[in-house]
């Protein structure tokens, strides 16, 4: 018995971040979950710090705005990936 994960074949009934899609020079840039946590908690903490938001909101928390952020596309963040050889 494994514990936490899914097993092998079954469909989460959990909503999948398909929707964090960018659009970068090589195509398209899908958003791994660990990408938009860790993207998530540097934006948020940029902006409790004091950078302005890219966006026009009444949320007066930093975590809200930035996922608001990037449920718009419009967080001025992005992952870097290690290049295949």
């Known amino acids: 018995m494994r514990l936490g994960g899914v ?8 909503p999948h971040h398909c929707d964090f899609v ?3 020079r090589g195509g398209m840039l899908k958003l791994t979950k660990f990408e938009i946590a860790r993207i998530l908690g540097a934006r948020s903490l940029q902006i409790s710090n004091g ?3 890219t966006i ?3 949320c007066d928390s930093s975590l809200k705005i930035a996922h608001e952020e990037i449920r718009q ?9 290690p290049v295949k050889a």
């Not at 097993?7 to 959990?14: A, D, Q, W």
Request: net charge positive.
């Open 73 to 81: 596309k419009k967080v001025p963040l992005k992952p870097i990936r």
């Open 56 to 58: 026009e909101t009444e």
């Open 22 to 24: 960018y659009f970068m």
């Open 7 to 14: 097993r092998p074949g079954f469909k989460s009934r959990r």
């Open 51 to 53: 950078a302005y938001a």
